[in-house]
């Protein structure tokens, strides 16, 4: 497949490009700063672009089957409306670049309970952006699947566990790796179309 990966110079981007190129994918990285990225690769092509920028993105997605955000502020408790203003911009391409499916990084914060109601209120912007990202996406017509995690980790392992509109049981963290995993399976397995997937370890 042609995937277009937004995000892909961070911690769990870096996990998609290099999960997706040993799957046999191409990928088109559409990053700010291409400098960042030192993988090389036949099947990579790194496109520096402004991921709130849609005509842009709408140039660099052309043909490509498939987009995944896993867009994060850099500065998580400073105001921001990054994620938002990606996912207008992302999704306004998509419709007019046909490329129908979509997978995004969201939060299990935003679950019921009073662990996600603390985590919540402390990243309370970042939290405010997330929702506001989740709500384009979900009216935005195309095939989306928001995944929704809870704490990353860098430990080493690809499996996980899925539940569809809640998180699974004692889930409290996750590898990045895992996460890619499960984003890339959504792709190709075509599964959890228009749905909220809480995932875990
Ligand atoms: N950390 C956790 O425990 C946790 C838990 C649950 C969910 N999440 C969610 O996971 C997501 C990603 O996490 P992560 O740890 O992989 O993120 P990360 O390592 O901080 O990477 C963030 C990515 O977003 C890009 N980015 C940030 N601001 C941008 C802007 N204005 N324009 C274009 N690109 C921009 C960065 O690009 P540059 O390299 O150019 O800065 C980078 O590629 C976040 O949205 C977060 O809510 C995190």
């Not at 490009?17 to 191409?26: I, M, N, P, S």
């Not at 129908?100 to 019921?112: G, N, Q, Y």
């Not at 699947?145 to 704490?151: E, N, V």
Request: aromatic share 6%; proline share 4%.
């Amino acid at each position: 497949m042609n995937l277009f990966v937004i995000g892909a110079t961070g911690r769990t981007g870096r996990e998609i490009v290099q999960q997706a190129l040993v799957r046999g994918h191409h990928v088109t990285a559409f990053v700010r700063s291409p400098e960042s990225i030192a993988l090389r690769h036949e099947r990579l092509t790194v496109l520096r672009g402004n991921a709130m920028d849609e005509n842009e993105l709408l140039r660099a997605m052309q043909n490509h089957d498939a987009v995944v955000s896993t867009l994060g502020p850099r500065k998580v408790f400073k105001p921001s409306s990054m994620l938002h203003d990606s996912a207008v911009a992302t999704t306004r391409a998509m419709n007019r670049s046909g490329v129908k499916r979509l997978v995004v990084l969201s939060a299990a914060a935003h679950f019921p309970g009073i662990p996600n109601r603390i985590a919540s209120f402390i990243m309370r912007s970042h939290m405010h952006d997330s929702l506001a990202m989740e709500a384009i996406v979900q009216s935005s017509g195309l095939d989306w699947t928001i995944a929704r995690p809870p704490r990353l980790t860098e430990e080493d392992y690809t499996t996980y566990r899925s539940r569809e509109n809640a998180a699974p049981k004692m889930g409290f963290s996750m590898s990045r790796k895992a996460v890619a995993a499960f984003m890339l399976d959504a792709i190709e397995q075509k599964k959890h179309f228009r749905q909220i997937v809480g995932i875990a370890k």
